[in-house]
C-alpha cells in the first residue's frame, strides 16, 4: 500500500538538507501533477517527498537584461504574463495549452522540464529561445544550457540533490520572433502528437539566425540543427521553408516512431507542414514587436 | 500509515483534518468531512469532476496532496450558496440554463467557472470555454454550460 | 394551439437543485453501515487457461472480509446468451474476463489484496479479427455452447436477416448501382460517473441493491434468475437507483460486476460496495459494438431507390450482451431510411478475444446510418443528383409503411431536409465553391414512441396527492440526467391542474413503482407522458368528484362565518347548478373552478381547500387521492422475418455540416452543424435542446476523434488523456432546428428525442469531407492519418 511522508521546507537550505539525509529515498514535488498521477497508476512512492511550495519566492517572472523565470513558477503565470504573450511568444503558447486550469494553476514550468517527458511542451520553446536552467545543490549552483539538459526519456542532467531554481533565457532572444505549435487531436487536455516551435531573426527579408526545435520526435526534445543551418542566410520563401520542413522531418534530424497517439510517417508530415507555418508565424511576430 | 493533521479554512470554517498523509484533498473532503460534491471521475486530473477552490484558484483536488492545504482556504460546491440557502448565480444560471443534466460534472464546472467569474466578471465565450476545457461533460456538448456561466455573469452585475 | 400553461415552456430544471448544490448522492456518494469496498481481478490474457489461482495471500491480509474465486461460487452462467460466467474458472477469454474477487473494509486494502493473488496462465491461441474468426480452423473463443454441446465456429447463433422484395430483379432494374464498404469501431459511452452498485441483504437475505440501472425491472429478473440457481429462489429483489451519472447504454444490462457485488455480500453477509474507476470503466465495460458493412445500394434514372443490399459482420467480443442485438435495431434504418423496396439485411455476430460490446445512445443505429447514409451519397453521385435532392426524392412520408411494417404517422423529414439545406445555404454554397470546404448532410429514423424489444412495452406510474396540494408522483423510470423529473412535472401539474413545483417525483425504486420496461430506445417521455396522463386523469376525477360535495360545502361555511362577522349579510342567491357535476368542473393552476363561470366568485377554490376538506371529514367519509396506470400501447413485436411495427411513432432528423479541411494535415474543422429534428413538440425547449446538443457532440466525437484502440484484444488507451472525448475547446456550432408535426398518439404530442442527434452526426461529417476534398472515409473515426492516406491514394503518390 502507498505510504510516504511528507515534508514542507520553506527554505533551500531546508531542502538540500532533507535531499541529503534521505538520498535516494526522497523525492521532490512541486505542482504534483506528474508525481501524483505516477504515484496513483504506478501505486509505488518514494519513502518522502519534498515538497518545493513553501519556497514561494522562486515564483517570479521578470527581466532585466535576461529574462528570469523562477523554479517554482507556474504555467498560468506564465499564461497571465504580458511580458511572455509579448516577448517570449512561443513559450507562452507552450505554457497555455498545458492541461487545463486546473493543472496550469499548480504545475510548475520546472517541473515540466525536470519530468523530462518527450511530449513535455515547454520543452520546444525553450529549446527555441536558447534557455539555460540554474541547477543548485548543497555543493553549490550550475548552469546548463537546455540543449544539455535532456539525457533521455524522463532522464535529465539535474542530479539527485540538485534543485531547478531558475530558467533564464537570454536578452538576445528579444529580436526573435518565436512559435509553438503542439498539434493534437482535440484541442485541450492533450499530449502533443508532435510539437514544433521555431524562433529566428530576419535581416531585412532573410532568416539570419533561427531555432527550430521539436517534441516527441526523438527520445528528448531536440533541434533540429540541419533544418536550422539550411535556413541561415536563406530568403523567407516558400520554397526554402518548406524544405526546412523536410529537412527537419527527416531522419537527419529526428528519429520519428510509430506510437499509439501518432504514427511515424503521419508526424513527420505534421513536422513538414508546420516548421514553415511556425516560421511564418514567428517571423510576423517580430515586426510587430520591433 | 503515517497520518497528518492540517488545518485550514474550508468553506469558511476553520477545521482540521486527521488524516493518512497520502490523502488527497479530495478525497479528505468526501470521507474525512463528507462533502461528497466533489467527485472523482478520474483521480488522475484528467476529468475536473473534482474542481475545488483553493484560494481562489480552480485546481483538481484528485492530485492535492492533504498537507499542501496547511493554512490555506477551501471552497467547495457545498460552500457557495448563501447561509439562507439561496443559491449562488452561477448554481442559478446552471438549473436556468439546462447546463446540468446527470449532474457528475456539474459540482467541478460550477466551481471553474466561479473561479474564472471571480477574476473576470465580464468574459468573453472564449474565456468560459478555456476555463472549463479541463471539466469533461458527456450530457449537454457544453452549449448550454457555456451560455449559463454567461448568464450568471449577468445576474452577478 | 391549446392555451397550455407548462407544456412547450422552458421550465428551468429547479426539481434538480440538488445536483448544483452537491447535494445529489450518486452511487460514487452512498455508503451504507458497515459497508465493505469490492474489488475485482482482471485476465492478464486475452485467452487462456487458468492453471493454478492462489488467494492464500490475500485472504490472510487483514481488513480483508473475503475473497472468491471461480472455485468459490456456483458455476451459473449468465448474460444475454448464458455464455460466461460471473467468476471464470478454467479459461479466460478477454482481457477484461474477472477472476477473483475481494471484499474489505477499505478499497486500498482490497485493492492490496488483489495484488496478492497469483495467477498461472497457460496461453491459448486467439482470434482477433472477426473475419478471421469466421474462417474454418481458427481458434474457438468458446469450446461448448450454453448446455455444453460442442460447437464448430465462432459465428453466434443469432442468425439476423432481413429479407424483402426481389433482389434479382431489382438490380436489373437499377440504373445505378454503388457498393461500398463501411466500417465502425468501438467508442466508450464516457459516462462522468462510474459505474458501480452496493448489494445488501437482509437477514432473511432479501436483496437490495443499490445500482444506476436503467432497466430496473429487468434487473430483478435476471437477478432472480441467478438466485434460482443459487439456491435464492423465490427471495425479494429491490433495485434502487441512486442518482445516476450518465448512463448512454452502459447501464442496459447487469453487468458482471453486479453480480460479483452480490456474491460478495452474500458471503460476508454485509453491503458491498463496488465501484468502478475510470481505467476499469474504459477496460472492463461493454463500450459499443463495432460492425463492418457491405452496402450496395440501386436507383433508377430519377433517382428512386429501388434496392438496399447490405451484409454485415459485428465483432461481438468473447460474451454477449446487448451489442448482438445491435441489428435488430440496424434493421430500421436499413429497410426504413428512405424509401426503398427491395431490401436485404443480413448480420453475423462472431465471437472474437476482443472485448464485447453493448448498447451506447441510439443502439445500433448510428453504425447502420453511418453505412446507409454514406452509401446514399455515393449513389446520388452516380446519378448525377444533388446529395440534398436526392434524399428528398426518396423521403419518408407520413402514411407510409416501411419494408418492415413500421407504420409511419407523422414525418418531418421533408422540413428537416430543407431546412438544413436553407440554413448551410446550400444551393448557394454548392455553387459558388470554395477549395477545400465542404457541405454534407445525413438522416434518420428513430423509434419514437416506445420500442417493444420485450413482450411488454409497459410504463407505470402512480400519482398521490396529499392535503396540501403536493403530488407525488412515483415513476418506473430512471432518471439519468435527461430532464424527465422537470418534464414530467410539467405533463403531471398541466393533466391535473397544479405546478410544476407541486410536483414530486421518486424515480428507479422497485419496491414503489409500477414495472416498467426501461429508459432506453428514447422512450421516457413517450411512455411515461402517455401513462402520467392517465393517470392524471384518474386522479383529477377523484378531485373533482369530491369538489362536487365540498364546494358547496365550503361556501356555506363561509357564509355562516361571514353572517356572525356581520349580521346584517345577506347570503347571495347562488346556481349551484354550475358544479353539480363534476364534468362540469375544471382545476387549473392550482385553482378549481365551473367550466362555464371559471372566475366565479364563490365557486373557485383552491385545490388544497378540496384536498384537506376531502380528508379531515369525520368517520368513513375520508377520502385521499390516488391513482395509477399502466401504459403499455399498441404496437407489435419484430416477428420472425423481422418485421412489427415496434414503435407507436419513429422520430426523424437530418444533420447537415459545413467543414473545411486541411489538406497538408488531414484536420478537419467543422464549420457549422445545423441539427433538424422532427421530436412531434417540444415540451421544454430549453431541455430538448440539452438533448439535441449533447447527441450531436458525442456524434462529431463518433465521426471524428473517438477510438478505443484494441490492439491484441488489449485496450490501449483507457484514460481520458488517450482517449479522445471532446472538451469545451473543441467548439462545434450546433444550429438546432426544431420541426414540430404534432403526433396524435404522443403526450402533447411528443415524441421521444434522447437518441437522434447522435444518429446522423458521423456519415454527415463523412459526406462533407467528401464534399471539400473529394476522398470518402469510410471507417470511422475520420481521422487526419485516414484523409492524409486516402488524398495520397487519390492524387497518386504525394510524399506522404
Ligand atoms: C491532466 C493533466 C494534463 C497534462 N497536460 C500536459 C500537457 O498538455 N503538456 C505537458 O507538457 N504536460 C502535461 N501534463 C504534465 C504536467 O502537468 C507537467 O509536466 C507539469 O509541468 C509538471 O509540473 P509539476 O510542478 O506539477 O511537477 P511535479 O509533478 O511536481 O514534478 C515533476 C517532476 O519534476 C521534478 N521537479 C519538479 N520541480 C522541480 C524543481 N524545481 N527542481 C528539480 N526537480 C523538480 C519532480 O521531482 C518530478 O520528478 C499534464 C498533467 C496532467 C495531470
Ligand atoms: S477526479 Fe480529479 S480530475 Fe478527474
Ligand atoms: S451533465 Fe452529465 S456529464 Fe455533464
Not at chain 1, 50 to 69: E, M, P, Q
Not at chain 3, 351 to 374: K, L, S
Not at chain 3, 596 to 616: A, M, Q, W
Request: proline share 6%.
Amino acid at each position: 500500500m502507498i505510504d510516504y511522508d511528507y515534508k514542507r521546507p520553506d527554505s533551500l537550505e531546508e531542502v538540500f538538507r532533507l535531499l541529503q539525509e534521505y538520498g535516494p529515498r526522497a523525492g521532490l514535488i512541486a505542482g504534483g501533477t506528474d508525481v501524483m498521477v505516477k504515484i496513483r497508476n504506478t501505486k509505488k512512492a518514494p519513502e518522502v517527498l519534498i515538497s518545493l511550495r513553501g519556497l514561494t519566492d522562486l515564483a517570479y517572472i521578470r527581466k532585466n537584461g535576461h529574462y528570469h523565470i523562477g523554479g517554482l513558477t507556474t504555467h498560468r503565470m506564465l499564461e497571465q504574463s504580458e511580458l511572455l504573450q509579448n516577448e517570449l511568444p512561443a513559450l507562452y503558447e507552450g505554457a497555455s495549452r498545458i492541461g487545463s486550469v486546473q493543472v496550469r494553476n499548480v504545475a510548475t514550468l520546472a517541473g515540466n522540464i525536470c519530468n523530462a517527458a518527450p511530449s513535455a511542451d515547454t520543452a520546444g520553446p525553450l529549446l527555441a529561445l536558447d534557455a539555460r536552467v540554474t541547477l543548485q545543490g548543497p555543493d553549490g549552483e550550475r548552469r546548463v544550457p537546455i540543449t544539455e539538459f535532456f539525457t533521455g526519456a524522463y532522464r535529465t542532467v539535474r542530479k539527485q540533490t540538485e534543485v531547478l531554481t531558475e530558467i533564464n533565457i537570454p536578452a538576445h532572444m528579444e529580436q526573435f520572433g518565436s512559435a509553438y505549435w503542439k498539434q493534437s487531436r482535440r484541442k485541450a487536455m492533450n499530449l502533443p502528437i508532435v510539437g514544433i516551435a521555431v524562433s529566428l531573426r530576419l535581416d531585412n527579408d532573410t532568416i539570419s539566425d533561427s531555432r527550430i526545435a521539436l517534441t516527441v520526435a526523438a527520445p528528448t526534445p531536440i533541434r533540429a540543427y540541419k533544418a536550422e543551418e539550411f535556413l541561415a542566410g536563406k530568403p523567407m520563401e516558400d520554397a526554402v521553408l518548406a524544405e526546412a520542413g523536410r529537412i527537419a522531418a527527416s531522419p537527419e534530424c529526428c528519429t520519428l516512431r510509430d506510437s499509439l497517439r501518432g504514427e511515424a510517417w503521419y508526424r513527420a508530415r505534421i513536422i513538414e507542414v508546420y516548421v514553415p507555418r511556425m516560421a511564418r508565424l514567428a517571423a510576423e511576430r517580430i515586426k510587430k514587436t520591433h | 500509515m503515517k497520518k497528518v493533521s492540517v488545518s485550514f479554512t474550508l468553506n469558511g470554517d476553520p477545521v482540521t483534518a486527521d488524516v493518512p498523509v497520502t490523502w488527497t484533498l479530495l478525497k479528505t473532503l468526501r470521507e474525512y468531512f463528507e462533502l461528497t460534491g466533489a467527485k472523482e471521475g478520474c483521480g488522475v486530473g484528467e476529468c475536473g469532476a473534482c474542481t475545488v477552490l483553493v484560494d481562489g484558484k480552480a485546481v483538481n483536488s484528485c492530485l492535492y496532496p492533504i498537507p499542501e492545504v496547511e493554512g490555506r482556504s477551501v471552497t467547495t460546491i457545498e460552500g457557495i450558496a448563501e447561509k439562507d440557502g439561496t443559491l449562488h448565480p452561477i448554481q442559478k444560471a446552471f438549473l436556468e440554463n439546462n447546463g446540468v443534466q446527470c449532474g457528475f460534472c456539474t459540482s467541478g464546472m460550477i466551481m471553474s467557472a466561479k473561479a474564472l467569474l471571480d477574476q473576470n466578471p465580464d468574459p468573453s465565450e472564449e474565456d468560459i470555454r478555456k476555463s472549463i476545457a479541463g471539466n469533461f461533460c458527456r450530457c449537454t456538448g457544453y452549449v448550454q454550460i457555456v451560455e449559463s456561466i454567461q448568464m450568471a455573469a449577468k445576474l452577478k452585475e | 394551439m391549446p392555451d397550455y400553461l407548462f407544456v412547450g415552456k422552458s421550465i428551468p430544471r429547479t426539481i434538480e437543485a440538488d445536483k448544483v448544490t452537491g447535494k445529489a448522492v450518486y452511487i460514487n456518494d452512498l455508503r451504507r453501515p458497515g459497508m465493505l469496498y469490492g474489488k475485482i481481478l482482471y485476465s492478464t490474457h486475452a485467452h487462456a487457461r487458468i492453471k493454478r489461482i492462489d488467494a492464500s495471500k490475500a485472504r490472510r491480509l487483514q481488513g480483508v472480509r473475503a475473497v472468491l474465486t471461480g472455485r468459490d461460487i456456483p458455476d451459473v452462467r449468465v448474460g444475454f446468451l448464458k455464455d460466461q460466467t460471473v467468476l471464470k474458472k478454467d479459461v479466460v477469454r478477454q482481457f477484461r474476463d474477472e477472476v477473483a474477487a475481494v471484499a474489505a473494509i477499505t478499497p486500498e486494502i482490497a485493492e492490496e489484496a488483489l495484488s496478492l493473488i497469483e495467477v498461472e496462465y497457460e496461453p491459448l491461441p486467439a482470434v482477433f479479427d472477426p473475419i478471421e474468426a469466421m474462417k474454418e480452423g481458427a481458434p474457438l473463443v468458446h469450446e461448448t455452447d450454453a448446455r455444453g454441446r460442442p460447437v464448430k465456429s465462432n459465428i453466434l447463433p443469432l442468425p439476423w436477416k432481413f429479407s424483402v422484395g426481389d433482389m434479382e430483379q431489382a438490380r436489373k432494374e437499377a440504373a445505378f448501382v454503388t457498393k461500398d464498404h463501411v466500417s465502425t469501431t468501438w467508442v466508450n459511452q464516457c459516462c462522468m460517473g462510474t459505474s458501480g452498485c452496493v448489494a445488501e441483504f437482509d437477514q432473511s437475505n432479501n436483496l437490495t441493491l443499490y445500482s444506476p440501472t436503467n432497466v430496473i425491472f429487468g434487473h430483478i429478473g435476471r437477478i432472480s434468475e441467478y438466485f434460482s440457481r443459487i439456491g435464492l429462489a423465490g427471495k425479494k429483489i429491490r433495485v434502487v437507483n441512486p442518482v445516476v451519472g450518465g448512463s448512454f447504454g452502459t447501464k442496459l444490462d447487469t453487468d458482471i460486476y453486479e453480480f460479483i457485488a452480490i456474491q460478495l455480500a452474500l458471503n460476508t453477509r454485509k453491503p458491498v460496495k463496488i465501484l468502478f474507476d475510470r481505467e476499469e470503466e474504459f477496460r472492463a465495460l461493454p463500450p459499443r459494438q463495432p460492425a463492418v458493412f457491405t452496402i450496395e445500394q440501386g436507383c433508377d434514372r430519377e433517382g428512386r431507390l429501388v434496392f438496399r443490399h447490405c451484409e454485415a459482420v459485428l465483432d461481438n467480443g468473447a460474451y454477449t450482451s446487448w451489442g448482438a442485438t445491435t441489428p435488430s435495431v440496424m434493421i430500421m434504418p436499413m429497410s426504413s431510411l428512405y424509401r426503398v423496396p427491395n431490401v436485404y439485411f443480413k448480420a453475423t455476430c462472431v465471437y472474437t478475444n476482443n472485448i464485447y460490446a453493448q448498447a451506447m445512445r441510439g443502439y445500433g443505429n448510428p453504425q447502420a446510418t453511418f453505412a446507409v447514409e454514406t452509401s446514399m451519397d455515393s449513389l446520388a453521385e452516380a446519378a448525377g443528383i444533388d446529395p440534398a435532392e436526392f434524399r428528398l426524392i426518396n423521403r419518408n412520408q407520413p402514411g407510409d409503411e416501411t419494408p418492415m411494417n413500421l407504420k409511419i404517422t407523422s414525418c418531418g423529414l421533408e422540413e428537416c431536409i430543407r431546412a438544413v439545406k436553407e440554413r448551410l445555404q446550400w444551393d448557394e454554397k454548392k455553387k459558388a465553391r470554395q477549395k477545400t470546404r465542404g457541405l454534407g448532410m445525413a438522416s434518420l429514423i428513430h423509434v419514437a414512441g416506445g420500442a417493444r424489444v420485450t413482450k411488454s412495452d409497459g410504463h407505470g406510474i402512480m400519482v398521490k396527492l396529499d392535503e396540501f396540494g403536493h403530488v407525488d408522483v412515483i415513476e418506473s423510470g430512471t432518471d439519468q440526467g435527461q430532464g424527465s423529473p422537470t418534464v414530467i412535472s410539467q405533463i403531471v401539474a398541466e393533466a391535473l391542474g397544479v405546478r410544476p413545483e407541486d410536483v414530486f417525483i421518486t424515480f428507479g425504486d422497485t419496491a414503489l413503482a409500477l414495472w416498467d420496461a426501461g429508459t432506453h430506445a428514447s422512450r421516457h417521455t413517450f411512455m411515461a407522458g402517455n401513462a402520467a396522463l392517465i393517470a392524471c386523469a384518474k386522479a383529477k376525477r377523484q378531485i373533482l368528484d369530491m369538489a362536487v360535495d365540498i364546494i358547496p360545502k365550503i361556501v356555506k361555511l363561509n357564509f355562516k362565518r361571514m353572517k356572525r362577522k356581520d349580521p346584517g349579510f345577506a347570503e347571495p342567491d347562488l346556481d349551484y347548478g354550475l358544479i353539480a357535476d363534476p364534468e362540469d368542473l375544471d382545476i387549473r393552476d392550482r385553482m378549481i373552478f365551473p367550466k362555464k363561470e371559471p372566475d366565479h366568485p364563490y365557486f373557485r377554490v383552491p385545490i388544497s381547500d378540496i384536498l384537506r376538506n376531502g380528508l379531515h371529514v369525520g368517520i368513513g367519509e375520508s377520502r385521499v387521492v390516488a391513482a395509477e396506470a399502466f401504459y403499455d400501447p399498441p404496437t407489435e413485436m419484430l416477428n420472425r422475418e423481422m418485421k412489427g411495427n415496434l414503435s407507436m411513432t419513429y422520430a426523424f432528423g437530418t444533420t447537415g455540416v459545413e467543414v473545411e479541411v486541411d489538406e497538408e494535415t488531414g484536420d478537419v474543422r467543422i464549420l457549422n452543424l445545423v441539427a433538424a429534428h422532427d421530436v412531434g413538440k417540444a415540451m421544454n425547449p430549453t431541455l430538448l435542446l440539452g438533448q439535441i446538443y449533447g447527441a450531436g457532440y458525442t456524434g462529431v466525437g463518433y465521426g471524428l476523434t473517438e477510438e478505443i484502440k484494441v490492439r491484441n484484444g488489449r485496450v490501449m488507451n483507457p484514460s481520458f488523456r488517450d482517449y479522445q472525448m471532446l472538451t469545451a475547446m473543441d467548439v462545434v456550432p450546433i444550429e438546432p432546428v426544431i420541426v414540430e408535426p404534432d403526433d396524435k398518439d404522443g403526450p402533447y404530442g411528443a415524441k421521444g428525442v434522447g437518441e437522434p442527434g447522435l444518429v446522423p452526426t458521423a456519415p454527415a461529417i463523412a459526406n462533407a469531407v467528401y464534399d471539400a476534398i473529394g476522398v470518402r472515409i469510410r471507417d470511422l473515426p475520420i481521422t487526419p492519418e485516414k484523409i492524409l492516406t486516402a488524398l495520397k491514394q487519390k492524387k497518386g503518390g504525394m510524399n506522404v
